[in-house]
């Protein structure tokens, strides 16, 4: 940064920008931070960007303070204009308490590099054995999971033999063959469920009502009875159609 | 104890620190030329019997953990876990066949077993290698252990439910078995 | 001193090999559930005064070399990294004011934080993301780990060096909080 042939006394990229700088040139007031003078400072800032300037290219940010400043001073040496808000008395207020605070913060910070450090001034055992924790799984069953898994595998593997029981049914095939046999033997109206074999019980009575409804159906379609029903759920009456009778 | 001297005191911090163990010359060296052999007598008498010693090995001498508190350094952490139901079928058909082999096992469960299964019973302490068949390529057979016995309760595998008292317990009902084989699909899966 | 108990023995045989510190909890649980905290304070006692000591940092514990040793050992020891003046006041800012927001820190310091300098501290270890700001744009909280605290010595946060006298002259307070009490302040003293 020195290597410019111009003379060159402030060397901006010392700076971490305007308040570090600002901060830098209120500590040469040789004052306690709370006393210090704004005007003094803003001289200083000042007269250092006009330094600057000839040299090197200024920061933007360094422009805006300066130009912030220049503001701020002539707020403070021309009377007082109440309408102006905020106050220019308020901005350097506001100017001192940011430096107070960055201040502040840059001594607690060199409090904290310079306490006793791990590493530096404190040092850990250099050779630990460490510590491990070994997780060991503690594996669980019960009794009867054992025996129930067995008798899952069992029940899988062992042979398997399908017997389907005999189902008390009459096929559609007897029934026809039995309704179209008894249906002639009939002169008259009868209800279907006297087409059922007399030991017809239970499911197998139930199968023969069935099959025997569809033979009559059947029938019916082939023109060789005619059915007869009242009203739904009423008895069903079928009857032989007699050749030449209608 | 009497409070130590500025030498103990170096010693023990330089040998704290240290990464390696030191001889008493290079802790001598290092503290400028002092003598430390009485420090490092001191410091032995200090840590003797805490959870701390110094000891010389050789001709180096470093801390360590006391000997008798080792066993803290590497601790084992019990964790409960389940078997999973591959590992459970496992078991079951080496109790009820042993000794078997894998190719056994396999025959009977009707589902490949993966290696990590038979680890894990293993590891459990529920089976043990019990020689080999001597039929081509000697595989390995497998049986059960006292500690099978001891966790499950038993006092000898003829404790074990036969077919017949399983039947009757409706563990054999193949009312199940659509719904079970579709578990053990799934923990097929998982091995 | 009398010797030493099988707990104090067992703590102290723990925490020296340990590669890390250990709150009084992990050091229980290591030990399978022992009351450790009388074992600590007595260990604390016996090492005080000696080359190495105790000590707690936030709750975790550790053995270290005393700090008035550190001249001897400095020299066979690396410098640790050394922080730049914007990682250590970004890292002071975010001591004292803990949880901040990147933009509280840049308004301290009234210039933009690189983001390396943040990245160098979270490398460390010694800051943590730490939530979110419930404002608009829900900006980044940063504060202290536990092994800010261990690295620079401190118990506690408490233990910041002037953090009394920094908050007691409102310092840590933002500018328009400080502000606001100051035309408080005026505005009474006018009456």
Same mark, same amino acid.
């Given at each position: 940064?020195?290597?410019?042939?111009?003379?060159? *006394?402030?060397?901006?990229?010392?700076?971490?920008?305007?308040?570090?700088?600002?901060?830098?040139? #209120?500590?040469?007031?040789?004052?306690?931070? @709370?006393?210090?003078?704004?005007?003094?400072?803003?001289?200083?800032?000042?007269?250092?960007?006009?330094?600057?300037?000839?040299?090197?290219?200024?920061? =933007?940010?360094?422009?805006?303070?300066?130009?912030?400043?220049?503001?701020?001073?002539?707020?403070?040496?021309?009377?007082?204009?109440?309408?102006?808000?905020?106050?220019?008395?308020?901005?350097?207020?506001?100017?001192?308490?940011?430096?107070?605070?960055?201040?502040?913060?840059?001594? =607690?910070?060199?409090?904290?590099?310079?306490?006793?450090?791990?590493?530096?001034?404190?040092?850990?055992?250099?050779?630990?054995?460490?510590?491990?924790?070994?997780?060991?799984?503690?594996?669980?069953?019960?009794?009867?999971?054992?025996? /129930?898994?067995?008798?899952?595998?069992?029940?899988?593997?062992?042979?398997?033999?399908?017997?389907?029981?005999?189902?008390?049914?009459?096929?559609?095939? &007897?029934?026809?063959?039995?309704? /179209?046999?008894?249906?002639?033997?009939?002169?008259?109206?009868?209800?279907?469920?006297?087409?059922?074999?007399?030991?017809?019980?239970?499911?197998?009575? @139930? /199968?023969?009502?069935?099959?025997?409804?569809?033979?009559?159906?059947?029938?019916?379609?082939?023109?060789?009875?005619?059915?007869?029903?009242? /009203?739904?759920?009423?008895?069903?009456?079928?009857?032989?159609?007699?050749?030449?009778? #209608? | 104890?009497?409070?130590?001297?500025?030498?103990?005191? &170096?010693?023990?911090?330089?040998?704290?620190?240290?990464?390696?163990?030191?001889?008493?010359?290079?802790?001598?060296?290092?503290?400028?030329?002092?003598?430390?052999?009485?420090?490092?007598?001191?410091?032995?008498?200090?840590?003797?019997?805490?959870?701390?010693?110094?000891?010389?090995?050789?001709?180096?001498?470093?801390?360590?953990?006391?000997?008798?508190?080792?066993?803290?350094?590497?601790?084992?952490?019990?964790?409960?876990?389940?078997?999973?139901?591959?590992?459970?079928?496992?078991?079951?058909?080496?109790?009820?066949?042993?000794?078997? *082999?894998?190719?056994?096992?396999?025959?009977?469960?009707?589902?490949?077993?993966?290696?990590?299964?038979?680890?894990?019973?293993?590891? #459990?302490?529920?089976?043990?290698? &019990?020689?080999?068949?001597?039929?081509?390529?000697?595989?390995?057979?497998? #049986? *059960?252990?006292?500690?099978?016995?001891?966790?499950?309760?038993?006092?000898?595998?003829?404790?074990?439910?036969?077919?017949?008292?399983?039947? &009757?317990?409706?563990?054999?009902?193949?009312?199940?078995?659509?719904?079970?084989?579709?578990?053990?699909?799934?923990?097929?899966?998982?091995?």
């Amino acid at each position: 940064m020195t290597d410019t042939p111009e003379t060159l *006394t402030l060397d901006i990229e010392g700076w971490e920008g305007p308040l570090d700088l600002l901060l830098a040139l #209120a500590r040469n007031q040789k004052v306690d931070l @709370k006393q210090i003078s704004i005007l003094a400072l803003v001289d200083q800032y000042l007269r250092f960007v006009e330094d600057a300037k000839a040299t090197l290219e200024l920061a =933007a940010d360094y422009l805006v303070m300066a130009a912030w400043l220049a503001y701020l001073k002539s707020a403070l040496l021309l009377p007082r204009d109440p309408e102006i808000e905020p106050s220019p008395e308020e901005l350097a207020l506001r100017l001192h308490l940011r430096l107070e605070r960055l201040s502040a913060m840059r001594e =607690a910070g060199a409090r904290l590099v310079s306490r006793d450090r791990v590493g530096r001034d404190v040092f850990l055992r250099g050779a630990p054995e460490g510590l491990r924790t070994m997780r060991k799984a503690l594996w669980q069953a019960e009794i009867y999971d054992l025996i /129930s898994a067995y008798g899952v595998i069992t029940a899988r593997t062992r042979p398997v033999m399908h017997i389907v029981a005999q189902r008390p049914v009459m096929t559609l095939e &007897a029934a026809l063959a039995r309704v /179209s046999r008894l249906v002639g033997a009939q002169i008259d109206w009868s209800v279907i469920e006297t087409f059922l074999p007399d030991d017809a019980n239970g499911l197998f009575r @139930k /199968s023969a009502l069935a099959s025997s409804f569809l033979a009559a159906l059947e029938l019916a379609k082939q023109g060789k009875v005619e059915l007869r029903q009242q /009203s739904p759920f009423a008895p069903l009456y079928i009857r032989a159609i007699v050749a030449g009778a #209608a | 104890m009497t409070p130590p001297d500025a030498t103990v005191r &170096a010693v023990e911090a330089v040998l704290f620190a240290a990464t390696e163990p030191m001889t008493a010359d290079a802790i001598r060296t290092h503290l400028g030329g002092v003598e430390v052999k009485p420090a490092l007598a001191r410091l032995q008498a200090d840590y003797a019997g805490r959870g701390i010693e110094l000891v010389r090995r050789g001709d180096r001498w470093h801390f360590q953990t006391a000997s008798d508190m080792a066993h803290l350094l590497r601790r084992t952490h019990e964790e409960p876990r389940k078997l999973s139901r591959a590992g459970i079928e496992t078991l079951a058909i080496i109790a009820y066949h042993e000794p078997a *082999t894998r190719a056994e096992i396999e025959a009977i469960r009707g589902v490949q077993i993966s290696k990590g299964t038979l680890d894990v019973l293993m590891e #459990a302490g529920w089976i043990r290698p &019990a020689g080999r068949r001597e039929v081509p390529g000697r595989p390995l057979l497998y #049986a *059960t252990t006292a500690e099978f016995l001891a966790h499950f309760g038993l006092a000898s595998r003829r404790d074990l439910p036969g077919l017949e008292d399983l039947k &009757a317990a409706g563990l054999l009902d193949p009312i199940d078995l659509a719904f079970e084989t579709m578990e053990v699909a799934n923990a097929y899966d998982e091995d």
